[in-house]
Structures are given as C-alpha cells and as structure tokens.
C-alpha cells in the first residue's frame, strides 16, 4: 500500500452521471475540494461518504488520520453517512473533476441507490487512501485479475503501467456489453470474462449458476501464463482473490511476496451500514 503524503476529507459535488455500460454507472464529482486531491494513478482508492436518506446535511469526519473512523462511529447513526470505499476511474486535475464507476445491477445498497439517482450538486465527501497496486519485488510480468469491482482498478493499472510493460488481465464481468475501452500497453494482453450464458464455474456451489468471481479463478487456473517471474494483483470478491493466491502459490509456485490481494466484498454478504 503507497498511502498518499496529505490526505483530507473533501467536500465534493456531483457534477454529472451516466450509464456507460448496462452494469455501470459513472458519477463525475468535482468542486474546490478538488483542488486539495494530489492523483497518483494505478489503482488510487479513496473512502467516499454518502449522505443517508432525508439527511438535510452531510456531516463528515474532520480528521484525516486513522482516528477519523472513531469520530465517525462516535457520531450518532442516524446522523452518520454510509461510506463504501472506490477506485478513481479517471481524474481531470484541469477541470477539478474525478470520475467514479459504480457497479448496480438490481441491488438497492446505499452505493447503487446513490449512483442511480445522483444529481448535479448532490454532495458527498472522500478521503484520499492511496494505491493498493505495489509491486516490492523483481518481476518480468504483470498478472492482474478482478470481477467487475475491480475493473477500474485494472483499467487504471493498465493505464498507469510503461509501454513496455508484459502481463496478463483478466477481468471478469457480468456480460459481453460491460466490457470497457481504456488504454492496455500493447504487451499485455486483456481479457473479458462475460458471466452471462456462462453456466456454473468449477468456482460455483453444485446447482448454482456462476458465482461472481468464479469464472475469473477458473481462468487463472487454467491459463497459460508467461515464463518469467511474476507479480500477480487480483481484486474483487473475496473468494475469488485467496482463490488466486492459493492455485499461484500452491500449483504455480510464485512466491507469496509477489502476490497482492484485496477482497472488496463478499458474496451473499451485505456490507455494514
């Protein structure tokens, strides 16, 4: 974890929102507050702060250091905003404005509810928590694997990554109508993992259809991947990414130090509110 040098609570607006692919919603936010966000590419996250229904006000943490989680749960729930955490999908410094891609298909969490009704001047507040993206040690090639949680962590990898970089991305999405253009360096290969039509993954419980994620793990075990040694980053569900680890460590051999992790949900777990 890269953690950024200054980080504050922002007050941010929504400035616009559309439907870029049928599972995807992008919210623009902006403001001054932007003037106080440093971008730091690849996978850069940040805590984002949603007001509660029929909030008159948002009513954010003022401290930006690890204590700002104690004044939050210290403040009555009611008057407390849900906070999910986000990946920048792209930030403009020149306009002051920062996009985010909100995954809603069906759900009606706090996130999706947000995304799907955001309005401009809407105001939400974030908090900068640096890149999750960190390779320590050597390595000839990329191996990046995510479900659709994870997409703009990988399209900011990819964006972020030098022309001559070497890897592997999969990317595992609920349909072939949400896969996304973004910049990939011609050397590492990219590939969509659509869900829909797919059936059960060995991944999968016997008689269930595809867990999300499961398709994605079922890929990695079965690839071909490139000789050389590798750092691997998967992100998305949490049985998908210790599933990646475990088959690259176990049945692969890459060291343990050359695999990061980050678990963004749990399937049939709602997050806490």
Known sequence: MVKPADAHVLTLDV?????????????TLG????????????????????PRPDQDSLRLPTRSSGMWYVQYRATPKAQRPFVRNYTVRAVR????EL????VVHGDTGPASSFALSARPGDRVGLLDQGIGYNPRAPHDWTLLVA??????????????LPDDARGLALVEIPEDGDAQEFRVPAGVELRWIPRH?????????PGHEAVPGGLALDAVRSADLPSGEVYAYAVGESGLVTGVR??????????????DFVGYWRHGVAAAS
């Open 147 to 160: 479900d659709e949680t994870g997409l703009p962590a990988v399209a900011g990898i990819c964006e972020s």
């Open 197 to 205: 039509g797919a059936g059960r993954s060995t991944a999968a419980e």
């Open 15 to 27: 400035v616009g929102s559309k439907r870029v692919t049928p599972s995807m919603v992008r919210v």
């Open 246 to 259: 475990r088959h690259l460590v176990a049945e692969r051999g890459v060291p343990k130090g050359n695999i």
């Open 31 to 50: 403001g001054e507050g932007m003037e106080h966000f440093a971008p730091m590419g690849f996978d850069q996250w940040f805590r984002l702060f949603l």
């Open 99 to 102: 996009d985010v891609d909100f």
């Open 93 to 96: 410094p020149d306009l002051h």
